[in-house]
Nanobody, 124 residues
Framework: QVQLVESGGGLVQAKGSLRLSCAAS????????LGWFRQAPGKEREFVAT????????YYADSVKGRFTISRDNAKNTVYLQMNSLKPEDTAVYTC?????????????????WGQGTQVTVSS
């Protein structure tokens, strides 16, 4: 059974930092693109960041560019999201996903596997 399990969420003050992790089990995703998405209350899910299979290509939503960094450790089958300078508008459930292909992609329809999500709350 394939599972993606996120961790690292929590409550943080504005301008603070959090590091999210997403560990995969049941299969290896070392040849797959990986991504992070988020969904705030009352809003649709939105793309946050993505990374190619090798880590050589990364893309970010404009709203997080310069503040968030996505990375991966293929030996650990894990993807990370380092979030700095957090803002109250970053409050959401953050979910990791594994893409069907090897490239970095911002399109949710390109992802086959999804985690359950971890809550990130940023207080002002």
């Amino acid at each position: 059974q394939v599972q993606l399990v996120e961790s690292g969420g929590g409550l943080v003050q504005a301008k603070g930092s959090l590091r999210l992790s997403c560990a995969a089990s049941g299969r290896t995703f070392s040849n797959h693109g990986l991504g992070w998405f988020r969904q705030a209350p009352g809003k649709e899910r939105e793309f946050v960041a993505t990374i190619s299979w090798s880590g050589g290509h990364t893309y970010y939503a404009d709203s997080v560019k310069g503040r968030f960094t996505i990375s991966r450790d293929n030996a650990k089958n894990t993807v990370y999201l380092q979030m700095n300078s957090l803002k109250p508008e970053d409050t959401a459930v953050y979910t990791c996903a594994a893409a069907r292909g090897s490239i970095a992609t911002a399109q949710s329809e390109d992802y086959d596997y999804w985690g359950q999500g971890t809550q990130v709350t940023v207080s002002s």
